[in-house]
Structures are given as structure tokens and as C-alpha cells.
């Protein structure tokens, strides 16, 4: 039973097109990340929620947004995606405390963003 | 800087034959894991080690931490075709997330 949904599993977007990824779980995992990972590089952490609370990479790009409206759903929203975006972006959860890594994280299958 | 490292970054071996790999960090640490991808899927969660913990099993896998120099192991026994895959460690200091190194991309040749 999948217990991390990845939608679309592909998607392909133009240049400067607004997108939107989204994940869902079924695991009822208070923390929910993603990451961008670009081909043969490892997993890089955009930014993750505990809980409502929405903590930002320092590095992360303004462009990318996230959203969490409710414990099982959270998106990914690119605002204007550049060429440089495209990746794959993973979605994991994890069930934790604040501030602590103690747990294993559960990943999504990941959706393969192209852009034209 | 990676706060993880994987050694290889890529290892070819015939099936039936062991792998290891290593990864080295930088700061303390409590706990370390590991996780292998298939290529153009997720990451599946293999074995987390905490910092208090030496050696830990897990069927055909054995990790190994060494706290006082920074570095642990990944060994796979009598390796298959299935292994095939990229195998990142995953570290995180004490309070914040976890980072993952680079990944070793293992071949496993029937």
C-alpha cells in the first residue's frame, strides 16, 4: 500500500509557467519535507513542515513555495520555473520531534519536473 | 561542504560477491542512516544506526559506526542484480536536518 503519493509522477512545464507538485500520506507523520535532487547528486532539502509550522532552507530559492493544508497533503508550488529547476523533487515524512532527525524519513516516488 | 561523504562514489562487482561502502562526516551526530534509490525512484529507508550503537543488522546488510572518526560502513553480503542502486548516508547534528551525501552508485553484474 503506498503510504507516500507523488502527483504527477512526470510533468513537464514552459519556462516561466507557474506549477504545482503535490504530496499526500497516509501515515499520519507530523513532519513532511522536500527535496530537490538533481540527476546523479543527492537529495537536497528545500524546506520541511513540522506540524503547520513551515521552516525554510536558507538557501532555498523565493521562487519555490510550499503549502500544507492539512496533516496528509502538502505542495510544492514553483512560482516561475527556470530551466535550472528541473529535477526530481522528493516528498518524505517523517514522524518527529521539533528540531531533532531521530526517525527514519518515508519517501514519495518523486515527480521528474522538465521544463521547455 | 557535505557533512556526509560517501567512498566510492561508484563500485562494480559480480553478483555473489560483498560491497562496502563509507561514509565519512564532519560533526556529532545522533544518529546515522541509510538509504538506497533505484534509479528515477525514491529513496527506501535501510538501517539507522544512533551515535551510542556500533554495529547493526539488517538481513544481508551490516553497518558499522565509528563515532570517534567520524565514519561508518555499509556492507551487503552476497550481493544480487536487485542491489543495484545509489546508497546515500544520511547525517544530522544534534537540533536540525538531516543532510545526505553524495551517493555511491553500485553495479552489481550477473
Known amino acids: 500500500d503506498a503510504m507516500v503519493i507523488q502527483n504527477p509522477r512526470y510533468q513537464v512545464t514552459q519556462f516561466g509557467k507557474p506549477v504545482t507538485l503535490s504530496c499526500s500520506q497516509t501515515?499520519?507523520?507530523?513532519?513532511m519535507y522536500w527535496y530537490q535532487q538533481k540527476s546523479s547528486q543527492a537529495p537536497k532539502l528545500l524546506f520541511h513542515y513540522y506540524d503547520k509550522d513551515f521552516n525554510n532552507e536558507a538557501d532555498t530559492p523565493d521562487n519555490f513555495q510550499s503549502r500544507r493544508p492539512n496533516t496528509s497533503f502538502c505542495f510544492l508550488d514553483i512560482r516561475s520555473p527556470g530551466l535550472g529547476d528541473a529535477a526530481m523533487y522528493l516528498c518524505a515524512t517523517s514522524r518527529e520531534g521539533r528540531g531533532a532527525s531521530s526517525y527514519e524519513q518515508y519517501f514519495g516516488p518523486g515527480t521528474r519536473l522538465t521544463v521547455t | 561542504s557535505q557533512q556526509g561523504e560517501e567512498d566510492p562514489q561508484a563500485l562494480s562487482i559480480q553478483e555473489g560477491e560483498n560491497a562496502t561502502m563509507n561514509c565519512s562526516y564532519k560533526t556529532s551526530i545522533n544518529n546515522l542512516q541509510w538509504y538506497r534509490q533505484n534509479s528515477g525512484r525514491g529513496l527506501v529507508h535501510l538501517i539507522l544506526?544512533?551515535?551510542?550503537?556500533r554495529e547493526k543488522h539488517s538481513g544481508r546488510l551490516r553497518v558499522t559506526l565509528d563515532t570517534s572518526k567520524k565514519s561508518s560502513s555499509l556492507l551487503i553480503t552476497a550481493s544480487r542484480a536487485a542491489d543495484t542502486a545509489s546508497y546515500f548516508c544520511a547525517t544530522a547534528p544534534p537540533g536540525q536536518n538531516f543532510v545526505f551525501g553524495p551517493g555511491t552508485r553500485l553495479s552489481v553484474l550477473p
Open positions: 544506526i544512533r551515535s551510542n550503537e
Open positions: 501515515l499520519n507523520h507530523n513532519v
